[in-house]
């Protein structure tokens, strides 16, 4: 299995362009998420999805948007990029409301918008 | 405020000594649940340990093993015996409920280096 892909892997962007990260899993998992990691702060969540079709904002959702249209795919898009948007994106899925809750993460994106 | 709170930005530790990483959380929420993920220079993130808030006993796997102090409301990340391998960014997050799913909360992380 190869778990939790995100393509691209690295992208360069020039601001006000717009590019579309896909996040697919194969582990049949019903919750998914996209975060951005910032030097020196946690993971933020962006938006996620706890089936196919819904999706939900986190804590940092204006300047993106998602799209769930298959269970295994979530899409991130940035429809207008910025500089402030230079980040790193991961990607993660989970099972449903079990008790442990883990996040199986993918291997991240590395966004720069100049 | 902040929600999950690791102190410590960075830590160097002798290779072969025992390590802990501090983490303290904020919730209102009793049923919660507490996570230790390392990222390393590579970048992935990797689960290493979790903690139910209702869990009667601290989490252990392998050589990392959890102090869970409820009423101080601290997870501390201990790490016996630490290897090269093991340095990394560690970071603690904590699991609550937000508007009617789960949702991970994470702290700023703590870049562990250890020496040979």
């Known amino acids: 299995n190869a778990g939790v892909t995100q393509t691209p892997k690295f992208r360069v962007l020039k601001t006000g362009q717009s590019m579309t990260l896909l996040c697919a899993q194969d582990m049949n998992h019903e919750y998914m998420y996209w975060y951005r990691q910032d030097p020196g702060m946690g993971l933020r969540l962006i938006h996620y999805s706890v089936g196919e079709g819904t999706t939900a904002k986190g804590e940092v959702p204006d300047g993106y948007n998602v799209s769930r249209l298959k269970k295994q795919n979530f899409l991130l898009g940035l429809e207008s990029a910025a500089p402030s948007q230079t980040s790193v994106y991961f990607c993660?899925?989970?099972?449903?409301?079990?008790?442990?809750?883990?996040?199986?993460f993918g291997p991240g994106t590395r966004l720069t918008v100049t | 405020a902040q929600k999950i709170t690791q102190t410590q930005p960075g830590m160097f530790v002798q290779e072969k000594e025992a390590v802990t990483l501090d983490c303290t959380y904020d919730t209102s929420d009793p049923s919660y649940g507490l996570f230790w993920y390392k990222q390393p220079s590579s970048g992935e993130m990797i689960f290493l340990i979790y903690?139910?808030?209702?869990d009667q006993q601290n989490a252990t796997e392998g050589r990392y093993s959890l102090n869970f102090q409820k009423a101080r409301k601290s997870a501390n990340l201990v790490i016996s015996a630490s290897q090269l391998g093991d340095s990394a960014m560690y970071f603690c997050?904590?699991?609550?409920?937000?508007?009617?799913?789960?949702?991970?909360?994470w702290g700023a992380g703590t870049k562990l280096i250890i020496k040979p």
């Open positions: 997050a904590m699991r609550e409920i937000f508007d009617s799913n789960y949702q991970l909360i």
């Open positions: 993660a899925s989970s099972q449903d409301r079990g008790q442990v809750y883990e996040q199986y």
């Open positions: 903690q139910g808030s209702y």
